[in-house]
Structures are given as structure tokens and as C-alpha cells.
């Protein structure tokens, strides 16, 4: 279950050189992750003004059926035979809904002010260890673990960097800011961690 945070406008574009209409909304979950979710053709037209009004009361959404696509992030496209259901009669549903009631505000500055959603990623924090501010980073001893909650904007998103681990390993790497109330700092993601942002 997802709550709808934004729809997109309407578009027409060409596919296998015919028109049709495709629409684009955001979904957030519990851990903040967004997710596009696409509606094409007459599903636009009965999906669409649902989708406008369901953002407004910060509607939960229950989607079944969704094909995954991988086009620069990924998203999740709706097809013949995907189903819908806005705000389901079920706890978990209403937990959700008053749970974003409270922090909409929040969580829509921290997605969308000033930045594509693309450039932005949440990896989930488990509790287990004690939260960090950027600037506690300074005071930080090298290869100690932390974590820091906060904002997460990738630097040359489209093009992939690499390093070489040893002689006949190449491993992607990506360069981000992290951004905090505190501050903000630089930060190089590797490996798995690396391929988890992207």
C-alpha cells in the first residue's frame, strides 16, 4: 500500500507510430521510497481524475497486477488486467492514512522542493543504531559505521562512474550531496550500495 503524493498532467505521445495518453503519478510507502507508476490509454481517462482527487485527501492506494519497467529509475506501469483500490476498508489502510496525515508536509518539501524526484533515494534505516547529523560527521573516526537521515542528491545521474577493486573487477561508484538541517557534505556510494541508489 501506497499513499498518492503527485499526478502528473495528462500527456500525449506516439508508440509504434500511434498516439495514445499516458499518465504518471508518485506513490510513497512508509519508508518515504517514491515510485512512478504509469496509466496509458483509456485507463487515463477513468483512472486519471480518480488520481487528481485521491491526491488532495492524501488517499492510500492498493495496486495489484503492475508490470515493473526500468527506464533511467524504476517505476511501475499499469496494464490490462491491473487493479486499483483507493483507500481499501482494511486497518492497515487507515494506519497508513492518518499515519501521512501527519507528516504530508514534510515529506512533500523533502521530495519535491527544488530538485527531479529521480535525483532523490531512501534507504531504509533499520533503528538498530544511533542517527548522526551531517555535522557530527567532522568529529566521525574513519571506517566507523553510522547513520544519517537526510537528503540524498546524485551528481551526474545519467552518467556512471567505476573503479577497479582489482585486476579483472570493475565496480560502479556513484557521488552524491547529503544534506541535512546541520549541513551538508559529499559522499561516495560503491559496489551493492551504489547499484541499490540507482
Known amino acids: 500500500m501506497n499513499i498518492i503524493i503527485k499526478v502528473e498532467p495528462c500527456q500525449t505521445v506516439t508508440v509504434e507510430s500511434k498516439l495514445t495518453t499516458v499518465q504518471n503519478f508518485i506513490v510513497v510507502d512508509a519508508d518515504l521510497k517514491p515510485v512512478e507508476i504509469s496509466v496509458w490509454g483509456k485507463m487515463t481517462s477513468t483512472?486519471?481524475?480518480?488520481?487528481?482527487?485521491?491526491?488532495?485527501?492524501?488517499?492510500?492506494?492498493?495496486?495489484?497486477?503492475?508490470?515493473?519497467?526500468?527506464?533511467?529509475?524504476?517505476?511501475?506501469?499499469?496494464?490490462?488486467?491491473?487493479?486499483?483500490?483507493?483507500?481499501?476498508?482494511?486497518?492497515?489502510?487507515?494506519?497508513?492514512?492518518?499515519?501521512?496525515?501527519?507528516?504530508?508536509?514534510?515529506?512533500?518539501?523533502?521530495?519535491?522542493?527544488?530538485?527531479?524526484?529521480?535525483?532523490?533515494?531512501?534507504?531504509?534505516?533499520?533503528?538498530?543504531?544511533?542517527?548522526?547529523?551531517?555535522?557530527?560527521?567532522?568529529?566521525?573516526?574513519?571506517?566507523?559505521?553510522?547513520?544519517?537521515?537526510?537528503?540524498l542528491q546524485l551528481y551526474e545521474a545519467d552518467q556512471r562512474l567505476y573503479y577497479t577493486g582489482f585486476v579483472s573487477c570493475i565496480r560502479p561508484l556513484v557521488t552524491m550531496l547529503v544534506t541535512d538541517d546541520t549541513g551538508s557534505s559529499d559522499v561516495v556510494a560503491v559496489g551493492s550500495v551504489d547499484e541499490r541508489i540507482m
Do not use: H
Request: glycine share 6%; net charge neutral.
Open 47 to 151: 483512472m486519471g481524475p480518480l488520481l487528481v482527487q485521491a491526491v488532495n485527501n492524501n488517499s492510500v492506494l492498493l495496486a495489484r497486477r503492475l508490470k515493473i519497467t526500468r527506464y533511467g529509475v524504476i517505476s511501475l506501469l499499469a496494464k490490462n488486467g491491473s487493479l486499483f483500490a483507493l483507500n481499501p476498508p482494511v486497518e492497515a489502510a487507515t494506519n497508513m492514512k492518518s499515519w501521512f496525515d501527519t507528516v504530508r508536509d514534510d515529506v512533500l518539501s523533502l521530495l519535491f522542493e527544488g530538485q527531479p524526484m529521480s535525483n532523490y533515494c531512501d534507504l531504509i534505516y533499520d533503528g538498530s543504531m544511533k542517527a548522526n547529523t551531517v555535522a557530527d560527521l567532522q568529529n566521525e573516526t574513519q571506517g566507523s559505521d553510522y547513520w544519517i537521515r537526510g537528503l
